[in-house]
T-cell receptor
Framework: AQKVTQAQTEISVVEKEDVTLDCVYE???????LFWYKQPPSGELVFLIR??????QNEISGRYSWNFQKSTSSFNFTITASQVVDSAVYFC????????????FGSGTKLNVKP | DVKVTQSSRYLVKRTGEKVFLECVQD?????MFWYRQDPGLGLRLIYF???????EKGDIPEGYSVSREKKERFSLILESASTNQTSMYLCASDPGRMLNYGYTFGSGTRLTVV
């Protein structure tokens, strides 16, 4: 069965601190996709990144970086030099590669960045 | 800009009422999904549709039904609303056709059943 675990329910940091959001997943599929979404207070989920299971290269986009490790079934997300605008709930998700693109979401991590 | 539009941002309904939540996408997407979001539980799939008039149950379909008469519109129906259906409801779509670039989400409908 597919499962995504985000063990950190809520994290609080002070602006400019680095913060890492953890994501661990379970799947029997050999081909799958992993995603991160951001949900600001407005409510709409915003796509951040997609990674397929064959691509273990880390990715950096500005202050955001992602570390995908198949050996530990983890797909962690780091924000460098956090800003108040990063305050949101972040969801990690696993999606099947074949079929109807069903997503399996983690329970989310609420990030509070204080000035 | 691609869009998924949910008709209501906030909704208050009485127990036992039949409730319709509407979702429209303008991207010619094949797949559409309804999730509910609850604190500590993340997003859970209620139903999805991969074509007009085609639907599949998700993980928590009890108490819900759906309708997809046109490709762009996917409706979630609460047959007889109950207080445990108070939640945030999120609609999403994706292109389908074996493409998986992630969902586009609507802004959500926060439903309160009293």
């Amino acid at each position: 069965a597919q499962k995504v675990t985000q063990a950190q329910t809520e994290i609080s940091v002070v602006e400019k601190e680095d913060v890492t959001l953890d994501c661990v997943y379970e799947t029997r599929d050999t081909t799958y996709y992993l995603f991160w979404y951001k949900q600001p207070p407005s409510g709409e989920l915003v796509f951040l990144i997609r990674r397929n299971s064959f691509d273990e290269q880390n990715e950096i986009s500005g202050r955001y970086s992602w570390n995908f490790q198949k050996s530990t079934s983890s797909f962690n997300f780091t924000i460098t030099a956090s800003q108040v605008v990063d305050s949101a709930v972040y969801f990690c998700a696993l999606s099947e590669a074949l079929g109807f693109n069903k997503f399996y979401f983690g329970s989310g991590t609420k990030l509070n960045v204080k000035p | 800009d691609v869009k998924v539009t949910q008709s209501s941002r906030y909704l208050v309904k009485r127990t036992g009422e039949k409730v319709f939540l509407e979702c429209v996408q303008d991207m010619d997407h094949e797949n559409m999904f309804w999730y509910r979001q609850d604190p500590g539980l993340g997003l859970r799939l209620i139903y999805f549709s991969y074509d007009v008039k085609m639907k599949e149950k998700g993980d928590i379909p009890e108490g819900y039904s759906v309708s997809r008469e046109k490709k762009e519109r996917f409706s979630l129906i609460l047959e007889s609303a109950s207080t445990n259906q108070t939640s945030m409801y999120l609609c999403a779509s994706d292109p389908g056709r074996m493409l998986n670039y992630g969902y586009t989400f609507g802004s959500g409908t926060r439903l309160t059943v009293v």
